[in-house]
């Protein structure tokens, strides 16, 4: 289990992008087996390789590591994505928590049934719009910093700049009243290592098909 980390999970977003975008920022270049049906993951449980009987697990440093906050708290540590102090760190994880939230209800709305998805989305929009996306907007504004943090690149903004991307393909114009967080996009979606996993033909995940919902449920219900 050595070289490039190894990880598990099925062949879309879910709970593993958000570590896909660390590794991607830190330049660290990995390796994807996928859970493509029951099977496999039934094999990762049997060989004793989930602690939790779930995934994403991540092969790293030795370890078999499971529960994405764990897998990211490592990798931002690991690649000085964490802030210099405990102070910077306490931030970092309230707006990663805040961010995880917001994602939470982006990647239920994939599977809710067809009656509910339309009541869904727009809490979902209401959200980004009146909660979340206002307070990162706040925080820029108050410090007057290019970064969210210690005026460095850190994990909030990593994960801030996916969850901006992914409510951008619901609703292109969301940040139309945030001008300091379309600025905060175009600046860390510029930073090279950044910039690569947004090309096409990166190990980026496109946003789930609705036919390809039925076979994710299956592999883990």
Known sequence: MSGKPKLHYFNGRGRMEPIRWLLAAAGVEFEESFVEKKD???KLQKDGSLLFQQ?????IDGMKMVQTRAIANYIATKYNLYGKDLKERALIDM????IFDLNELFMNYEIQPADKKEQHFANMMDKATNRYFPAFEKVLKDHGQDFLVGNQLS????QLLEIILM???CKPDILAKF???QSFKARISNIPTIKKYLQPGSQRKPPIQPEEVPKVIAIFH
Not at 155 to 158: G, L, T
Request: no cysteine; glycine share 4%.
């Open 40 to 42: 496999d993951l039934t």
């Open 55 to 59: 995934v994403p697990m991540v092969e």
């Open 95 to 98: 707006y990663v928590e805040g």
């Open 155 to 158: 994990r909030a903004d990593v």
């Open 167 to 169: 409510a951008e393909e």
């Open 179 to 181: 001008p300091l967080l």
